[in-house]
């Protein structure tokens, strides 16, 4: 089990980071959508125009690349709980907002 950092953007540039999908509501996390974990992929070598040997224990992920079409590292798949949510895809508690100021 991999510890991400508190901001998901804040991994290494070693790590592709898979970015979660859009902010679905008010009440999930922004740093995980909602999900409760985060993954992305260790880069081990890379990137190559064609698909490279594979080290020991690595896989291969591919890339959209606007010039090259596709582009290839190799490495690990990474997932972990999100630090900011604790895993439960919960934003936190937010405070009740008043529609008048008390009188
Ligand atoms: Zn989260």
Same mark, same amino acid.
């Given at each position: 089990m991999?510890?991400?950092?508190?901001?998901?953007?804040?991994?290494?540039?070693? %790590? /592709?980071?898979? =970015?979660?999908? @859009?902010?679905?509501?008010?009440?999930?996390?922004?740093?995980?959508?909602?999900? !409760?974990?985060?993954?992305?992929?260790?880069?081990?070598?890379?990137?190559?125009?064609?698909?490279?040997?594979?080290?020991?224990?690595? %896989? /291969?992920?591919s =890339?959209?690349? @606007?010039?090259?079409?596709?582009?290839?590292?190799?490495?690990?798949?990474?997932? !972990?709980?999100?630090?900011?949510?604790?895993?439960?895809g919960?934003?936190?508690?937010?405070?009740?907002?008043?529609?008048?100021?008390? %009188?």
């Open positions: 991999t510890t991400f950092p508190k901001s998901f953007s804040a991994i290494s540039e070693k %790590v /592709l980071c898979d =970015v979660p999908p @859009p902010f679905p509501h008010p009440a999930a996390c922004e740093n995980c959508a909602g999900r !409760g974990f985060l993954t992305g992929f260790v880069v081990a070598h890379g990137p190559y125009l064609h698909t490279p040997p594979l080290g020991k224990g690595e %896989v /291969l992920k =890339v959209d690349d @606007p010039q090259y079409v596709f582009i290839w590292y190799t490495g690990k798949s990474i997932a !972990g709980d999100c630090p900011t949510c604790a895993g439960t919960k934003a936190p508690k937010m405070a009740e907002q008043k529609v008048y100021s008390d %009188v």
